[in-house]
């Protein structure tokens, strides 16, 4: 258990300009532990510790998300430091001139500037927020298409990859218990009738048909700073910042943005797909891309299927192994979750030919 006094030793450890007052958890992820620090003056920070048995390079990871962020702020150096940090995640020094804290424990921890008056989404209020969100994601993936990814440590082999999620779920089947398998019949049936056209991404990134570059991989809506007027800031959790296609990025956020539940909703009936936050996600995605290639442009419409697909394999693949690796409330809180995900994938199926004729207009 994080107490309040390991987090005040934790923070004084880093290079900060003002002393501990209090601090406040901030429940927006399912994988590391994430406090706002305040202090007895601005700025404020968000302090993180690394779940070290799911991300066993922590400290790679830090240097991971350390190394964009220098590079970014490069991109941005015109920009006043209050404004480079809102574009920009920033981290602090630790005390040993490192950017992480290794407690007594093995835990890791980071410290970030936190930005004062932002605000996140679990799901856009409108279509001019989706808009926002679409240019920050583009945004992103246009001023880092220049990083050299061969500097990054992969965090999590394949993390996109429907082939090597599926040999995960394979094998959580094989040891999981019959009751759990009855139980997810109709999740499992699902995954092996939809499996062929979800693999179009891995055929073509395995062919080179695709190019590979900095991705973000985990662009949910609520890794999405903005201010209080709603303008898109910056993306934030950069924990899994790897080698990837702009496909991941494009369509993880477009499943949360999209779905008119969050993906803990329990019932199917408020999941659909909106299909005017899509348009909007899309204008604004587009609008900071340049010279995406003919082959690109042909799998941004299956990709809007997949990543709902493949994190609701996660879900589903972490039921069957009993709930080890994201956070839940309840037994079956991943068995619900991979429901809800291929609810969306449905719905999406349901006007595809539809998201095909807009793509096509629109790049």
Not at 132 to 144: H, Q
Not at 269 to 292: A, H, P, R, T
Request: proline share 2%; with cysteine.
């Amino acid at each position: 258990m994080v107490t309040a006094t390991i987090i005040e030793q934790v923070f004084n450890q880093f290079k900060v300009a003002s002393k501990f007052k209090s601090y406040q958890e901030l429940n927006s992820g399912h994988i590391n532990d994430t406090f706002l620090i305040k202090t007895d003056a601005k700025p404020y920070y968000v302090l993180q510790r690394i779940n070290g048995n799911v991300f066993k390079k922590s400290q790679e990871l830090i240097q991971n998300k350390v190394q964009v962020s220098n590079f970014l702020q490069q991109k941005y150096a015109h920009l006043a430091t209050e404004e480079l940090q809102k574009k920009v995640l920033c981290f602090a020094k630790s005390k040993h001139n490192t950017y992480f804290y290794k407690d007594a424990a093995g835990n890791y921890w980071n410290t970030s500037y936190y930005v004062e008056d932002s605000v996140t989404y679990h799901t856009p209020p409108n279509k001019a927020l989706a808009f926002e969100a679409g240019k920050i994601t583009g945004e992103f993936l246009e001023k880092t298409k220049d990083f050299d990814i061969s500097k990054l440590t992969v965090i999590i082999p394949d993390f996109h990859s429907i082939t090597k999620r599926y040999q995960q779920f394979e094998q959580a089947l094989a040891k999981t218990l019959n009751t759990q398998k009855i139980v997810a019949k109709a999740q499992i049936d699902f995954v092996n009738a939809q499996l062929e056209e979800m693999l179009q991404i891995d055929k073509a990134i395995e062919a080179k048909e695709i190019p590979m570059r900095l991705t973000h991989n985990d662009t949910k809506i609520s890794n999405i700073l903005f201010s209080k007027n709603q303008e898109g800031y910056c993306l934030i959790d950069t924990d899994t910042v790897m080698p990837g296609v702009l496909h991941f990025d494009y369509a993880d956020a477009i499943r949360t943005i999209c779905n008119t539940a969050n993906e803990d909703e329990v019932r199917l009936d408020k999941i659909n797909f909106n299909f005017e936050y899509f348009k909007s996600y899309s204008k604004g995605f587009f609008s900071q891309l340049q010279n995406v290639s003919q082959a690109e442009k042909k799998y941004f419409p299956v990709s809007i299927k997949m990543m709902p697909f493949i994190m609701g394999l996660r879900f589903l693949t972490d039921y069957l192994n009993g709930n080890i690796y994201f956070k839940t409330a309840y037994q079956n809180h991943n068995l619900d979750r991979a429901v809800n995900q291929f609810t969306l994938v449905k719905k999406i199926d349901d006007c595809y030919q539809e998201i095909q004729r807009f793509l096509e207009q629109e790049m």
